[in-house]
């Protein structure tokens, strides 16, 4: 399976507006995205402007298909203003002894 992690660093004046658009984004990729496993939003408890999130894909061929879909395209359009950092990390998943 595919992770893909994103840490994102909000602009104080945007955190409320920015918390309902990827919430949306989680339900919608969950939703719309048979290859979209998991979608966790997560803040943190300190800095309420700190946000990751974790998500898995059945695959890599699947997380692509994710970037290209019209919910995710809409959300980074609308977003990327109201980010002050954003880094993103991707893995491989191992569990259970592979």
Same mark, same amino acid.
């Given at each position: ?18 918390? /309902? ?73 191992? /569990?259970?002894?592979?």
């Amino acid at each position: 399976m595919f992770v893909v992690v994103v840490d994102f660093e909000i602009h104080k004046t945007h955190r409320t507006d920015f918390l /309902a658009a990827v919430k949306q984004q989680s339900y919608d990729s969950l939703n719309l995205e048979a290859g979209c496993l998991r979608f966790d939003v997560c803040i943190d408890n300190d800095e309420r402007g700190k946000i990751l999130l974790y998500e898995i894909y059945a695959s890599d061929s699947e997380f692509q298909k994710h970037l290209n879909t019209a919910h995710f395209e809409a959300f980074d359009r609308i977003t990327k203003p109201m980010v002050r950092i954003k880094r993103v990390r991707t893995m491989t998943l191992h /569990a259970g002894g592979e």
